[in-house]
């Protein structure tokens, strides 16, 4: 347990997805009188909406592709992995060349160490809060897949994880069609085989998750405040947002942890960042298709997460602007595909739930202290990993706004890189 600190101070965090609910934890358990500002309830947006795996294997950061062969695919509409607007890509254009370049191998090597100092500390970062929250009941410590349908695709990526594996003390095992059909008896055939990681734990309800850490939060004398973060404002030598009832808190720190909707605030505050959105889209369907463990089928871009309300299938990557109107084509072939391995039951929502992950264009979160204003600071742009990481980086956050000597060097993420 870190000590009390001497200068603990009123703090707001503004968002609480899985990101700002682990900081307002964090920074609670550091002493600081913590004030969490949502406009919904807690792990209502993308923190519910993912496919609810705690990535321990994810050392590696999904890097923009270079082969011209995948561009190709996802120029000509034929990969599932992406979809664009045409209409969005002229304004997202900056950011993607910006995201193209930090893909190059020399400077993704540097950037994926840095992933990796991140990811390392998932599972012990979630534990205590798992622990404290008395969460356990959600979490399923078996690991996950990622199957193949060719068998070249399948050989490669098997070499590939078992080096990445053995280079970072990861658990994978390959599997092939026999044993896949072996461990997931309910398949139907047509797998080439899977590599399956078992490290990373897995969450049948994400949201509920991030609901039960902020009870926590609230049971420890945490205030909850329903209100718009963009009315924060500076106020004496702190910062100031209203709630819905019109009346304002005061904190001497604010934390900006609005996952995708970040960049509204930190544009009205004068930051350019190279961010964007890769939006994404999950539905429910009855029963679980007898799957025991989440897999990702990735030729069909199309992962089936085992889930409380039923087998949630999520999609890859959606290129679009954030608040355009939903075009689930990729769900769509996302279902198809499902169909081909599992029983697949009734969609258990009348529509697609529709997400947007925060990304940066260098891969890399941006946290820390807002370069040009005192007593605000950063938490945001997890991408693909933010369920994975909220409890890692709101910890480092908590420790530089209460001056402790932070655990992992903060200096790949500060948005000072920006600037
Ligand atoms: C399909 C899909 C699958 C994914 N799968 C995984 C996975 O398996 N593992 C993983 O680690 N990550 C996964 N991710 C990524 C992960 O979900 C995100 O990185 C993470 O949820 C971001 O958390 P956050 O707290 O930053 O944002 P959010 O959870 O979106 O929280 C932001 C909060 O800010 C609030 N807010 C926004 N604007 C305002 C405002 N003006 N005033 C007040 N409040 C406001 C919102 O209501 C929200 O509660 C996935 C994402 C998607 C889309």
Request: charged share 20%; net charge neutral; with cysteine.
């Amino acid at each position: 347990m870190p000590s009390t600190h001497a200068a603990a101070s009123e703090v707001l965090v503004l968002g609480a997805g899985m990101v700002g609910v682990s900081t307002a934890l964090a920074l609670q358990q550091r002493g600081h009188a913590v004030t969490l500002v949502d406009r919904r309830p807690p792990g209502q947006e993308t923190s519910y909406g993912n496919a609810g795996i705690i990535q321990r294997e994810a050392v590696e950061p999904y890097a923009f592709p270079r082969d011209l062969r995948t561009l190709a695919r996802i120029a000509a509409g034929r990969s599932n992995d992406a979809n664009y607007h045409w209409g969005a890509i002229g304004a997202l254009l900056p950011a993607l060349f910006r995201y193209w370049r930090a893909s190059a191998p020399v400077r993704y090597e540097v950037i994926a160490r840095a992933h990796s100092r991140l990811i390392e500390h998932c599972l012990d970062e979630h534990a205590g809060w798992i622990e404290s929250a008395g969460a356990w009941g959600l979490i399923h410590k078996d690991g996950w897949r990622q199957a193949y349908r060719s068998q070249r695709a399948f050989d490669e990526a098997a070499g590939a994880a078992l080096v990445v594996a053995a280079r970072h003390g990861l658990a994978a095992t390959v599997q092939d069609a026999a044993a896949l059909a072996a461990a997931e008896p309910a398949l139907k055939p047509g797998l080439a085989g899977a590599v399956h990681w078992g490290d990373p734990w897995t969450v049948r309800d994400p949201g509920d998750l991030v609901a039960r850490y902020a009870d926590l939060f609230v049971q420890r004398g945490g205030a909850s405040l329903r209100g718009d973060a963009l009315s924060l404002q500076p106020a004496g030598s702190g910062w100031s947002v209203a709630g819905d009832d019109g009346v304002r808190v005061q904190g001497r720190h604010a934390v900006v942890a609005l996952g995708p909707w970040a960049q509204g605030l930190t544009h009205a505050l004068g930051y350019r960042m190279p961010l964007f959105v890769k939006r994404g889209y999950h539905r429910h369907y009855a029963g679980h298709g007898g799957l025991r463990l989440s897999m990702l089928d990735v030729e069909r871009g199309v992962m089936l997460a085992p889930m409380a309300r039923g087998l949630r299938l999520t999609t890859g990557a959606e290129f679009a602007r954030q608040d355009a109107p939903p075009t689930p084509v990729q769900l769509d072939r996302a279902e198809r595909s499902a169909r081909e391995l599992v029983q697949l039951g009734a969609p258990v929502e009348p529509a697609p739930w529709l997400g947007a992950r925060p990304c940066t264009a260098d891969m890399q979160p941006v946290l820390g202290p807002a370069p040009r204003h005192p007593g605000l600071w950063f938490n945001f742009g997890h991408a693909h990993q933010g369920f994975t990481l909220g409890p890692v980086t709101g910890r480092l956050v908590a420790e530089l706004i209460s001056g402790e000597t932070p655990f992992i060097d903060p200096t790949p993420y500060l948005a000072h890189r920006f600037e």
